[in-house]
């Protein structure tokens, strides 16, 4: 008692009041009120001021942020603390920092620690030892519990028999056992993910394909009746988690996430929840209840979803993306070991462009490697075709069993919600019929609660309803042959209009595993290694310098190479235009275009006279030599009297100066020029025939 002086009772003092997790602040009742009993030891002690500090209750004392105790150290700095009230070392600190940080602002200040045992001057070098020997007690105690209880679960983890939560789709058997719901739409619910998920092959495909369905899933819910569950529309981590826990695949795993320290502001601050490796679980026990799936099928689901991982991985493909570049994530360059991106361009942007720029983002180095996708997609296309032709069939009739039970997965869950529903119904309806009746407020709230219940039964057997009118009609004979005709034509099936792109990566994917490509000088060498580590070279052939898909035609070229000697760019464009000749792009044809074909195939442009050099004269100025017209020359050349040439029809005729000086050509040229008319009457003028 002589340790309190007047100067540390015209302080307040300050009761500290702290409780680890709030489980204990729920429960551990008289802790609690033998910490504020603390206030009333003060008062005894002669303290007329005494202040409770009670703002850490359920906060942990090993060192995360304590807003009360960091309260209770600015009070102790502007000395308004003449004494701290703790029932132990314990509720102050669990850490020496913050224990040792207390009693050195204490003891610059005067302040005096009291606890059940005694009171403390920490200025007094036997009370500062006593009491640093409490804190160390209080940290080694903690460290004690922890290990204790930690090395306790993981021994039961190691036998399988700790569950401190139950995923949905489980229920605890016994305290060491769990097995399935025996809801049967909980079960055919999560079942129908991992089925949907095998066809889909990505979370995010089944999670839309839900979203549009408007098919719930099941969810755990804790309140004042304990553990319940709740139907709703599924969100991607949902979906996520349920894919990638292994307690459905029938496993025990134990271990699976961990815990991070960082310091923030001086402070320790524990992050949780970080995924680990497979190969660091704690525990994993296989085969160790019933699954949903089998290991085998686990397995291959935790390979699809990394390889749809975009960018998370050296040797991840990528989910599949729009676009018509089939090979996408699955190229690999066979110079540098990165994998080949995709460009797109063109007016639609459908022109697919492979290429190998790692070095160039990451380095600053030169891009690698780079080259065109349409003849290369074609070639895989072809291999894939060769190895699928043998299937054919059996795709036929998997299509025609998938087209028949398409409509039955939302029917039946919609069946099983329904019945449900009904049951939620007559629940609330026995609920109303065992209330008094006279008890109005209890019963017009159960009345409500039944006709909530019948409006659910109401609105699912609607939804039933609408599922069976507009449910598949069976294939007709004539679609069924269809069918089996497309199946024995696997090419015929890839290249139809109702195979979209997607579809086809999703195929080659199911195929191959990786591409390994090299470019040559001519060529583009491949090695496609297989699902089965099965591995197939292949050489395509690769574009020259200038060489594009929309080249115009072989005999579009040699046309404009003959009529460039012949007339100029315009009349060249007329004359392709007249013959249904079509660019490269299928476009007509401009004088620009044919000046544009002629630059490109380094064909020379007409020059006037030219002709005239060659000896060579058109149709109009051979009908002027021989006084003819045009349309009697022509018959000439049709009655091969006078030689001539035509490249194309609509080209002008080719024909040579001097074979219009040959004595047959005279002859018939003046045996058909006009001559007098076979009149006697002197009146009628004779009209010279000349051309201007």
């Not at 470019?519 to 200038?546: F, S, Y």
Request: with cysteine; net charge positive.
């Amino acid at each position: 008692m002589t340790k309190i002086t007047p100067e540390h009772l015209a302080r307040g003092a300050f009761v500290y009041v702290r409780q680890s997790t709030n489980d204990q602040v729920l429960n551990n009742h008289e802790s609690r009120r033998r910490q504020y009993g603390l206030v009333d030891r003060a008062r005894t002690l002669g303290w007329a001021a005494v202040e409770v500090i009670d703002d850490d209750l359920g906060r942990s004392g090993s060192g995360i942020a304590r807003p009360g105790f960091e309260k209770l150290l600015a009070a102790i700095c502007e000395g308004r603390v003449g004494a701290v009230v703790s029932i132990e070392a314990s509720r102050l600190a669990r850490n020496g920092r913050d224990w040792h940080t207390l009693l050195e602002f204490c003891g610059l200040v005067g302040t005096l620690i009291v606890d059940e045992d005694g009171i403390y001057d920490p200025r007094h070098p036997n009370d500062r030892l006593l009491l640093g020997m409490k804190g160390t007690m209080s940290e080694m105690e903690l460290s004690l519990f922890r290990q204790r209880s930690l090395e306790a679960l993981k021994q039961k983890a190691r036998r399988g028999e700790l569950f401190l939560t139950v995923a949905i789709g489980y229920l605890k058997a016994a305290h060491d056992r769990i097995e399935k719901d025996p809801d049967r739409r909980v079960q055919e619910a999560i079942a129908l993910v991992f089925a949907k998920f095998g066809e889909l092959q990505t979370v995010r495909q089944v999670h839309l394909w839900m979203r549009q369905e408007r098919l719930p899933l099941p969810a755990t819910e804790y309140g004042p009746e304990g553990r319940k569950v709740v139907w709703k529309l599924p969100v991607y981590n949902t979906l996520h988690h349920l894919l990638t826990n292994p307690i459905y695949a029938g496993a025990y795993a134990f271990g699976r996430t961990g815990s991070r320290i960082t310091i923030e502001a001086g402070r320790k601050r524990i992050v949780r929840g970080f995924r680990k490796d497979r190969s660091t679980w704690d525990v994993l026990i296989r085969d160790h209840h019933e699954g949903y799936i089998g290991w085998a099928e686990f397995e291959r689901n935790q390979r699809l979803i990394s390889d749809n991982a975009n960018g998370k991985s050296f040797l991840s493909r990528g989910s599949i993306r729009r676009g018509e570049a089939l090979l996408a994530g699955l190229l690999r360059c066979g110079h540098c070991g990165r994998k080949l991106h995709v460009a797109y361009s063109g007016k639609n942007g459908s022109a697919g462009r492979y290429h190998c720029r790692g070095g160039h983002f990451n380095h600053g180095g030169d891009p690698c490697i780079s080259f065109g996708g349409m003849r290369i997609d074609r070639a895989v296309g072809a291999e894939v075709i060769e190895r699928l032709q043998p299937l054919g069939i059996e795709a036929a009739l998997g299509a025609m069993e998938a087209r028949r039970g398409e409509s039955e997965e939302k029917r039946r869950q919609v069946e099983l919600a329904l019945e449900q529903a009904r049951y939620e119904a007559a629940r609330a309806r026995r609920q109303y019929d065992a209330v008094d009746p006279d008890n109005r407020l209890v019963a017009a709230e159960l009345e409500q609660r039944w006709n909530e219940r019948l409006l659910a039964a109401r609105v699912l057997e609607d939804e039933r309803d609408a599922l069976a009118a507009s449910s598949h009609t069976p294939l007709t004979q004539a679609e069924r042959e269809r069918l089996l005709a497309l199946g024995a034509d696997v090419e015929g099936a890839w290249y139809s209009p109702g195979a979209t792109p997607a579809t086809r990566k999703r195929i080659i994917r199911t195929l191959i595993e990786e591409i390994v490509v090299r470019v040559e000088d001519d060529a583009l060498c491949l090695v496609i290694r297989w699902v089965g580590d099965d591995h197939t070279p292949l050489r395509v052939r690769k574009n020259r310098a200038g060489q594009h898909r929309w080249s115009a035609d072989a005999d579009v070229v040699e046309l404009v190479t003959v009529l460039a000697r012949q007339v100029p760019d315009k009349a060249i464009a007329a004359i392709l235009n007249r013959s249904r000749k079509a660019t490269g792009r299928g476009n007509g044809w401009t004088r620009s275009r044919v000046s544009s074909l002629r630059n490109h195939r380094a064909i020379p442009a007409y020059r006037e006279g030219e002709r005239a050099e060659r000896g060579e004269v058109t149709l109009e100025e051979a009908a002027g030599v021989l006084n003819l017209s045009e349309a009697t020359v022509r018959r000439l050349i049709q009655e091969k009297v006078l030689p001539a040439t035509q490249y194309c029809k609509g080209a002008p005729w080719v024909i040579r100066a001097a074979d219009l000086e040959g004595e047959a050509v005279k002859r018939a040229a003046d045996a058909r020029r006009l001559r007098h008319p076979p009149s006697g009457d002197q009146r009628q003028n004779t009209l010279a025939f000349q051309r201007d």
